[in-house]
């Protein structure tokens, strides 16, 4: 059985966007570290961001919408796996709980 991330939702592209790219929303650092840990993974080319959110409630994170080529989904959910590893490193120890209250809000809403 295949883990739940928890700092990633994916979201619906429409036609013909969507036969060859994804659509994430995904929690990040606000010195968006996520960024250096795809470089380090070697870079995925179809990676594009789109939007980044930051709120009030805690600005020193951010949600980060993107799109990427659907064959680079295996690497990207790597990356993001180690981004939170990276980020509990960093000294960010309550990344695990923002997430988790920021992606209950957003399931929520949609």
């Known amino acids: 059985m295949e883990e739940k991330m928890f700092n990633v939702v994916g979201l619906r592209m429409t036609l013909p966007m969507g036969l060859f790219k994804n659509a994430y ?6 010195d968006y570290q996520s960024l250096r840990v795809f470089r380090r993974k070697g870079g995925l080319r179809g990676f594009r961001v789109c939007k980044s959110y930051v709120f009030k409630l805690d600005p020193k994170y951010c949600l980060v ?3 990427l080529n659907k064959r680079e989904e ?6 993001l796996d180690e981004l939170q590893r990276d980020l509990l490193v960093m000294g ?10 920021v992606f209950t809000m ?4 949609i």
């Open 25 to 30: 929303l995904y929690a990040d650092s606000r």
């Open 65 to 67: 919408g993107c799109t």
């Open 74 to 79: 295996r690497a990207f959910l790597e990356a």
């Open 92 to 101: 960010y120890r309550d990344y695990e709980q923002y997430c988790d209250d």
């Open 106 to 109: 957003v399931k929520q809403a």
